[in-house]
Structure formats: structure tokens, C-alpha cells
């Protein structure tokens, strides 16, 4: 797979080490306790939707939409995790693919796990998951607004796989994203959650106590299904209302309009960007 989060290195290392195995919007009352008044309406995609390490060129970009096949894309916004360096992802870039019609999906690859067993930049312990998590969500909402994504944008934390059956991480974890989706919340931009049906997913559709957590949930299971409801592994109640995206395909290389990606493939139903 490429080097999307963390290094391709140490994102099989992550993965092997959960023993993951690979195969082949929310409504306002899931986002915060505000009142509805207070937020912009939420954009929502529902479609197919690729995300690449890097963000494609405005050409390839201007291709693939007119091939038809995908018409949202997901970027990596920022984060001391992030696999890639963005020379395409600038102001004017998210502008300009928003009025070729993409809808754009934002990525933080903030800090990652105590326990992960995998090489990164960026970490949290137990002692320091509510304020790096704080800070994660200050940057990410700096890095969105600077490209142009106004409040009522969803920014979807960037979680890689660890061992969730570690009480003491896990518990760490979720104070990490509680306080990196409240910090978001405070300033109108809704939670999203990236992780792996098998680990960082799972441990928030499945977390008891709801508080704080993400409104909406982005789950890795490569089975080759384009469904955001068929193959939902937890509670079929959870994040209705137009809160899942699912990452079905990874590492896909492909050719559209005489440019060729390698992409992660999504099914997507889902708030996206709001770009002026």
C-alpha cells in the first residue's frame, strides 16, 4: 500500500502488529450539543471517492473529473505524520477542484499511539493525550482554513492501527480523540474519524461511554465492497444520517484521461469540505 499516514515501513508494521488481516452528515445532534442555529448546514457527498498521498495535479484532477468514475478526493491537510510532501495543496488548488465539481475530504494525520508499533514524528502518552490532542485540532483547523475550508467542515483524524485490546493505550487513545473533537467542535468544524475496521475504528464505534467522540466514522476494511452499509461491522444504529465513509480498496493504480494514481478506493456518504 503507499505511504498514505506513516511510512510504508511502519504502516505493515502497525498493521501486523494488531494482526490485522487483509483482505482482497451526521445530523448537528451527533456533531455537538449546540444548537443547530449555530452551525452552517452540512455539505454532504455520497459517491465514490479516492485519496492518494500526494494530491494530484489541477490537470490530473481535471481529467479524472471528467472521466466520471470518482467524484470526491481526499487530502492530507497536515499533521507531523503526514507520508507526503503537498506541492499541489494550496488555497488555490482546493478552490480550484471544488468548482470542477470535486467534493473534498479533509485528513489530519495527527499524533498516534503510545503502543503502536510503528516509526513516527508525532506521539501521546497517557499524561499528554488531552493536551497534544488539543493542539493536533488547533493546527488541523489552521490548516483547513487556510486552504480555504470554512467552519461547518468536517476535518477526519487520521487514527492507524494499535493494539486496542491495551486498556492503557487504548484509553489514552480516546482521550486523545475526545479532546481532538471537542477542540474542533469549539470552532463550528465537525469530527471524523479515519482508522481500521480491526483496531482504531472499532475502538470508537464500540467505545461505551459516546462523549466527545467523532460524529462520523471512516472505516478501512479492504474486502472490495463499495457499501457504507452492507458490511458495517458494529451497531447498525450508529453514525446514520449520512456519517460513514468506507475505504474498501487500497494501493489500486489507475488511468483515467491519459493520468495514472495509485489511490486508496472509497464508498462515500459523508460530510465533505465547504470551500468559498
Same mark, same amino acid.
Given at each position: 500500500?503507499?505511504?498514505?499516514?506513516?511510512?510504508?515501513?511502519?504502516?505493515?508494521?502497525?498493521?501486523?502488529?494488531?494482526?490485522?488481516?487483509?483482505?482482497?452528515?451526521?445530523? $448537528?445532534?451527533?456533531?455537538?450539543?449546540?444548537?443547530?442555529?449555530?452551525?452552517?448546514?452540512?455539505?454532504?457527498?455520497?459517491?465514490?471517492?479516492?485519496?492518494?498521498?500526494?494530491? *494530484?495535479?489541477?490537470?490530473?484532477?481535471?481529467?479524472?473529473?471528467?472521466?466520471?468514475?470518482?467524484?470526491?478526493?481526499?487530502?492530507?491537510?497536515?499533521?507531523?505524520?503526514?507520508?507526503?510532501?503537498?506541492?499541489?495543496?494550496?488555497?488555490?488548488?482546493?478552490?480550484?477542484?471544488?468548482?470542477?465539481?470535486?467534493?473534498?475530504? *479533509?485528513?489530519?494525520?495527527?499524533?498516534?499511539?503510545?503502543?503502536?508499533?510503528?516509526?513516527?514524528?508525532?506521539?501521546?502518552?497517557?499524561?499528554?493525550?488531552?493536551?497534544?490532542?488539543?493542539?493536533?485540532?488547533?493546527?488541523? $483547523?489552521?490548516?483547513?482554513?487556510?486552504?480555504?475550508?470554512?467552519?461547518?467542515? *468536517?476535518?477526519?483524524?487520521?487514527?492507524?492501527?494499535?493494539?486496542?485490546?491495551?486498556?492503557?493505550?487504548?484509553?489514552?487513545?480516546?482521550?486523545?480523540?475526545?479532546?481532538?473533537?471537542?477542540?474542533?467542535?469549539?470552532?463550528?468544524?465537525?469530527?471524523?474519524? %479515519?482508522?481500521?475496521?480491526?483496531?482504531?475504528?472499532?475502538?470508537?464505534?464500540?467505545?461505551?461511554?459516546?462523549?466527545?467522540?467523532?460524529?462520523?466514522?471512516?472505516?478501512?476494511?479492504?474486502?472490495?465492497?463499495?457499501?457504507?452499509?452492507?458490511?458495517?461491522?458494529?451497531?447498525?444504529?450508529? %453514525?446514520?444520517?449520512?456519517?460513514?465513509?468506507?475505504?474498501?480498496?487500497?494501493?489500486?493504480?489507475?488511468?483515467?484521461?491519459?493520468?495514472?494514481?495509485?489511490?486508496?478506493?472509497?464508498?462515500?456518504?459523508?460530510?465533505?469540505?465547504?470551500?468559498?
Amino acid at each position: 500500500m503507499p505511504k498514505h499516514r506513516l511510512s510504508k515501513k511502519s504502516r505493515y508494521i502497525a498493521l501486523a502488529a494488531t494482526g490485522v488481516v487483509v483482505v482482497a452528515g451526521a445530523g $448537528i445532534a451527533a456533531q455537538t450539543s449546540m444548537a443547530a442555529s449555530a452551525w452552517p448546514a452540512q455539505k454532504t457527498f455520497t459517491g465514490r471517492a479516492f485519496d492518494a498521498c500526494t494530491a *494530484p495535479s489541477l490537470p490530473a484532477m481535471s481529467a479524472w473529473k471528467k472521466d466520471g468514475y470518482y467524484s470526491g478526493v481526499a487530502v492530507y491537510v497536515g499533521g507531523k505524520n503526514r507520508g507526503c510532501a503537498q506541492p499541489n495543496l494550496t488555497r488555490s488548488w482546493a478552490k480550484s477542484v471544488n468548482t470542477l465539481g470535486w467534493r473534498v475530504i *479533509p485528513l489530519y494525520v495527527g499524533a498516534q499511539p503510545p503502543c503502536q508499533k510503528s516509526g513516527n514524528k508525532e506521539r501521546f502518552t497517557a499524561a499528554t493525550a488531552t493536551s497534544v490532542g488539543v493542539s493536533n485540532a488547533k493546527d488541523a $483547523i489552521a490548516k483547513a482554513s487556510a486552504l480555504g475550508m470554512k467552519p461547518g467542515s *468536517p476535518v477526519y483524524l487520521n487514527m492507524e492501527s494499535y493494539d486496542i485490546a491495551d486498556k492503557a493505550c487504548n484509553d489514552a487513545t480516546l482521550t486523545y480523540v475526545r479532546a481532538f473533537t471537542k477542540t474542533l467542535r469549539a470552532k463550528t468544524y465537525r469530527g471524523g474519524l %479515519y482508522g481500521f475496521s480491526s483496531s482504531s475504528a472499532k475502538a470508537i464505534a464500540t467505545a461505551k461511554d459516546r462523549t466527545d467522540l467523532p460524529g462520523n466514522l471512516w472505516y478501512a476494511l479492504w474486502n472490495g465492497q463499495e457499501t457504507t452499509t452492507k458490511d458495517w461491522p458494529w451497531d447498525p444504529k450508529l %453514525y446514520t444520517g449520512h456519517s460513514r465513509g468506507h475505504q474498501y480498496k487500497a494501493n489500486s493504480k489507475e488511468t483515467r484521461g491519459g493520468y495514472t494514481i495509485n489511490v486508496d478506493r472509497n464508498a462515500w456518504d459523508a460530510p465533505v469540505a465547504i470551500i468559498g
